[in-house]
């Protein structure tokens, strides 16, 4: 029987289980699959050799943890550890468990330095997705340096400077994986969401791993640009203070971001991987704006995005009618669709796929046994 892949998905926003399930597809069906996650309503349609085990939240605390216990430090090789969380044992215990009943071939970690070490601790080989951000920690060295692979949803010319030259090379690209690659035509997708041809549209774009972009600044770059159509999709914090003039539509969570995307002249959005992909894919003048993520990794995404020269970059929404405007003609002016578009892999998931199957290949194949030394003497 074919040993199965194991595959941990973290259930903040949807970008891991969207680029796990793309993965699930372009494996071959006699691999089979195993997904362990806190939440099994966050994934795409799955084949159906994949299964989804779940397991409780490695971070949520339920009640019945222990409260006495944080006087004990955490080493420096683990990011979220606590002490006394029965959650946490029980979902170690079910990975534990799975790792010795299943002999998988691989375990793929998207994303936790825990479970990583907790698959090389049990002796199972892993691979590990690599994110942006300041990761040079113990923790995330100690997972890195334990794998047998990295695996980046995006293209290597977004890498860090700081990766060196040995992480590269264990490391399989992979640009636009997870993400529908066939962007709409502009026209049609503007008539599948009901903005005219002639309006000028453009799109704020909040993804579901935070809280989404302040009403207020909005609305001030609404006024900054009064003859455009501004709408916005996904969370946006609602401003006590904030004053909307009539051309911004809030239109809240819907199922076809990416129509809005190929419908808009110009998108505001944070750099989230699974929005970075989308907006590169359609080839848009895009202003990008960081949202605080752990260890800094949207700002860090958002230098190798301006680096790349695919995006304009701000720290923060513009805070006044001068500051939107020069961001917007900036973006505008600045645009190489070509070169965004340069950022997406033509089949992403089977590269990945066909990545993971050699790898497989290379861990399992036993290694060709030296020929044994002849004691015969030779001929003179």
């Not at 595959?7 to 195993?34: D, K, N």
């Not at 051309?247 to 076809?256: A, I, L, Q, S, T």
């Not at 929005?275 to 752990?294: D, F, H, M, N, S």
């Amino acid at each position: 029987m074919t040993r199965p892949f194991g595959y941990f998905v973290h259930h903040q926003g949807r970008g891991h289980a969207e680029r796990c399930a793309a993965i699930a597809w372009a494996l071959p069906s006699t691999r089979p699959m195993t997904i362990f996650c806190a939440r099994d309503d966050i994934f795409p349609a799955l084949p159906t050799h994949v299964d989804i085990v779940r397991l409780p939240s490695l971070f949520e605390a339920t009640g019945q943890e222990a409260g006495t216990m944080d006087w004990v430090p955490t080493p420096q090789t683990l990011h979220c550890a606590p002490l006394g969380w029965p959650g946490i044992r029980r979902a170690m215990a079910m990975l534990a468990g799975w790792f010795d009943t299943a002999d998988p071939a691989l375990m793929i970690c998207d994303v936790s330095a825990e479970v990583a070490q907790l698959a090389r601790i049990c002796s199972v080989p892993h691979v590990k997705i690599l994110q942006h951000g300041d990761r040079g920690d113990p923790g995330h060295r100690a997972a890195y340096d334990g794998a047998a692979g990295l695996l980046a949803p995006f293209h290597i010319d977004l890498a860090q400077p700081d990766w060196d030259a040995s992480l590269r090379a264990r490391t399989c690209f992979a640009g636009g994986l997870g993400v529908d690659l066939r962007v709409p035509e502009r026209e049609v997708a503007r008539q599948r969401i009901g903005v005219r041809p002639e309006e000028e549209m453009i799109l704020v774009l909040s993804g579901g791993g935070g809280d989404g972009f302040a009403q207020a600044p909005i609305g001030v770059g609404a006024r900054s640009r009064p003859d455009a159509r501004w709408i916005t999709i996904g969370n946006v914090q609602r401003d006590w203070h904030a004053t909307e003039p009539a051309n911004v539509e809030h239109r809240g969570w819907v199922d076809d971001a990416a129509d809005h995307i190929a419908a808009a002249d110009l998108v505001i959005a944070s750099t989230g991987n699974t929005t970075c992909q989308q907006i590169l894919a359609a080839g848009k003048p895009w202003l990008a704006v960081p949202e605080w993520r752990y260890f800094d990794e949207q700002h860090r995404k958002a230098d190798a995005l301006a680096a790349a020269g695919v995006a304009t970059v701000r720290p923060h929404l513009p805070s006044s009618h001068q500051g939107w405007t020069g961001a917007l003609a900036e973006t505008l002016a600045g645009h190489r669709p070509d070169r965004q578009r340069a950022m997406i892999d033509d089949a992403p998931a089977d590269h990945v796929a066909q990545w993971l199957e050699s790898l497989a290949d290379r861990l399992w194949t036993p290694a060709t046994a030296p020929a044994p030394l002849s004691l015969e003497p030779r001929p003179l």
